[in-house]
Each structure stands twice: as C-alpha cells, then as structure tokens.
C-alpha cells in the first residue's frame, strides 16, 4: 500500500488565558472545543460534518471540570458516526493526536479529522517545585530509584545525539523530579547564563507583542465571548457570583513590555536547588507560565483537500518522539528533532521556521545549539513565554502557529517541537504547501 500525503488544512484556537485565575476560569472549554470545531467548518464550508471521522483531544493534566470530552463532537453538532478518542503524552498531548490522525490518513483508514487539544489548568494542582508527595503516595514506584544506578549508565552510551555529556552529578540524580528542578539542572548541564535566559523571555515577549499588533494572529486566535470571573481578594474563584460577559481576545500572559530590569527583580522559583553548586537562575520570568486553553487543526488527504478546491497550509513530512534521562527533560527535543529530520530526509539548515514550545528558556537555547539551528528561525512571532502552556492544548498550537507562519513568509520546511515530562521529547516536520 502506498502512503498517502496528510495536510493541515486549516487551524484555530481561543485566546490562552492565566490558569486557576484566567478570563476562562467560568467557562467551559469543552463548550470552547464545539465552537472552535464549527468555526472550522464555517471557515471551510466544503468540508462537510459527516467528512469528520475521528476527533482526538490531546489532555494532559486529566483535570475534572474538563472530563467527558468525548462527547465534544456532539456537543459540537457533528453526526455520532464521528469518533473521539483521547492521549494523554502531557505536554506533547495534541502534537501526538496529530500525528495519529495523520498516520491513519496516510495508511488510508480514513480521509479527515481534528485534533483537538484542552486544558483548565491550575485549581486543584499542586506546586511544580514540590515532588515530596509523590514519596508518601501510591503514585510513585520506589522501584524506580533502584533502576536508577542502572539507567544512568545506559544514558552515557545513549547520548550519541548530545555533543555535551551528562555531568555525573546529573546521572546520580533521583529519577523523578520537578519540571522546575529539570530546568536548572539543564542550566548546571550547558552552562548557561541568567542573562542568556532573560533576554530570551525579553526577545520572546516582545516578538508576540509585535505580532499581535500586526494582525499575525488574526487568523488564528479566535474571539469569545466569555463570563468575566470574579475572584476573592486570595485570588480564589466565587463560582456562584457571576461577572458580566466580555470579549477575550488576546493572550492573558502578554507582557510586551518585559525588559530585563524587570526580570533581574525576580529571584528564583521556591523548591529548586543546585546539584553542583551553582546559582540558582530559574525564575517565574524565563519559565512559561500555567494557562488554559483550546487548540484545534483540520488535518485531511492531500488528495481530498484538492478534489475540494481546498487550499492546505501545510504538508506533514515527518515526525518522531525521544526519550532522555528524567533528570534533563528540557532537552528531550534534541533526539525528536534529530529523529524527525532522519525521517523527513532534511537537514537541520533546510527548515526555516521553528515554533518551539518555550516550557523554559533554559530548554531552548541548549536544543539550538545541539540540532545546529539558528535562533533567528525560531518563534518569530512569540512563544510560550507569552503565549503560555496549557499543557493538552500546546502541540496543537505549535502545529497551527507554524503552518500559518510558513504560509505568511513564503517558506518552505517548518518544525514544531516541544519537551515532555518523564524525559521526553517530539518533534513534526511541515512542509509549506505553496512552496513545494
């Protein structure tokens, strides 16, 4: 059987807001879903309800006031003939709904679908600093710390596609630790600065500000009309008083007038220590912050998107997941993006525009470094920082953001890309429809 080429056609996503005390606190994203899935459709009116036929929703912090998503095509007016299914790869959720989507187009099993991602985070999470309950739980697997010792030998032979070798106080460390706590470990690992680190927030801040007031996301951020929640002075949410309705428009963690005065003010996040003396340099500044949020994209048979008349933003090329030690997740892009370019039959100088998800800046720059590509590539438009991360939601948005880029630009080849928690990475290679 002969593979076919899967497309995006088409993408949206609500504007991401400040999780636990957000513009989105009072609203439901499952309703946030169904109206994302009908504004698809009205944009595209030649993809039909019934073309549908599977719908996956990339969720990865399993909150309870989003559960029963599979009823979002329903909810959405989409026939019961479409089915839902859900992948929980935490932060890499909707990128890998995606990619399933288009592994089953390429085999043929069927024509089109969405990826779907979600997230309401915040109320009811604990600290990211703080792992200690997991060792008082059933959560965790006192297993695992005797794997450890073991573990951290194979990573020395497995580090073929890192050019900096794991320091050995960072191949002792216990197997689970804070995503916190994995970024100043990629710090201690690559040497890195605080300054490096700040004026990449400031770069990254101020890059989606000035995308916004172009109009760059105006295909792509979708307005809703929202119930302003109101909170207590503790910043907790009054669910029985309601707040009058408004529009939510724009990115809540914005700040397009971050400097780095502003964040040498910042002292470290609580909870984080050096293993190999350091000082300490992860801030609330160059970490992405906790938001919720939608995303959606329309992914479909190149082959039916043309007997449509349609017009596809982008090709997806390649794509591939990594694996590294827990202690140093941030990096975990480094073996995705080399495993997608291999599979994709490019070289790191051939892509032109790199959304990157911007967990940490520390994160970031050490992966530019190791993949061989430029920075200058590299979320032109914003990322993370400002944008935010809430976590089902992001690899969908990664997907939607480049492709609309590429189209934008006029380039070719486009990478998304993004670290996951237990040491993970993945990475999708886009090719720009137009451009081929």
Request: charged share 20%.
């Amino acid at each position: 059987m002969k593979a076919r080429n899967a497309v995006i056609v088409d993408g949206v996503r609500c504007p991401f807001a400040r999780g636990g005390r957000g513009k989105l606190e009072a609203t439901r994203l499952d309703e946030v879903g169904a109206l994302l899935i009908r504004t698809l459709l009205e944009r595209n009116p030649k993809v039909k309800p019934t073309m549908i036929a599977d719908i996956g929703i990339g969720h990865g912090a399993n909150q309870s006031d989003v559960a029963g998503l599979g009823n979002v095509a329903r909810l959405a007016g989409l026939p019961y003939e479409t089915t839902n299914f859900m992948t929980n790869r935490q932060c890499g959720s909707s990128m890998e709904t995606a990619q399933r989507i288009a592994m089953a187009i390429m085999l043929g099993s069927y024509d089109c679908g969405i990826s779907l991602g979600i997230e309401k985070m915040g109320r009811g999470m604990r600290g990211a600093g703080d792992m200690s309950h997991l060792n008082r739980t059933n959560n965790f697997n006192p297993r695992l710390m005797e794997l450890n010792e073991i573990q951290s030998k194979m990573a020395h032979d497995h580090f073929e596609y890192f050019s900096t070798p794991i320091p050995d106080f960072l191949l002792k460390l216990n197997i689970m630790q804070s995503m916190v706590q994995t970024a100043q470990n990629v710090v201690e690992m690559f040497g890195l600065t605080r300054q490096e680190m700040d004026a990449f927030t400031v770069r990254s801040q101020q890059n989606l500000g000035a995308a916004y007031a172009a109009g760059k996301y105006k295909d792509e951020v979708i307005p809703l009309q929202v119930e302003d929640p109101v909170f207590d002075d503790k910043g907790n949410w009054l669910a029985d008083e309601k707040g009058p309705m408004i529009t939510f428009d724009t990115d809540e963690s914005l700040r397009a007038n971050t400097t780095m005065e502003g964040l040498a003010k910042l002292g470290p996040v609580k909870g984080i220590v050096s293993h190999s003396g350091q000082e300490l340099s992860i801030t609330a500044g160059n970490s992405c912050p906790t938001n919720s949020g939608v995303s959606t994209v329309l992914i479909m048979a190149e082959e039916m998107a043309l007997q449509l008349g349609l017009n596809p933003l982008t090709r997806i090329v390649g794509w591939a997941v990594g694996g590294v030690k827990q202690s140093i997740m941030g990096v975990g892009p480094v073996v995705a993006i080399k495993k997608a370019l291999k599979h994709a039959g490019l070289a790191a100088e051939q892509i032109d525009r790199v959304e990157f998800n911007e967990a940490f800046a520390a994160q970031v720059i050490p992966t530019l470094k190791e993949t061989g590509i430029s920075n200058d590539k590299v979320n032109v438009n914003g990322g993370s920082l400002g944008i935010g991360h809430p976590i089902g939601a992001t690899g969908a948005r990664l997907l939607l953001t480049v492709s609309h880029e590429l189209r934008r630009s006029g380039k070719r080849y486009g990478l998304a890309t993004q670290c996951i928690g237990a040491g993970q990475g993945i990475a999708t290679i886009l090719e720009n429809v137009d451009a081929a």
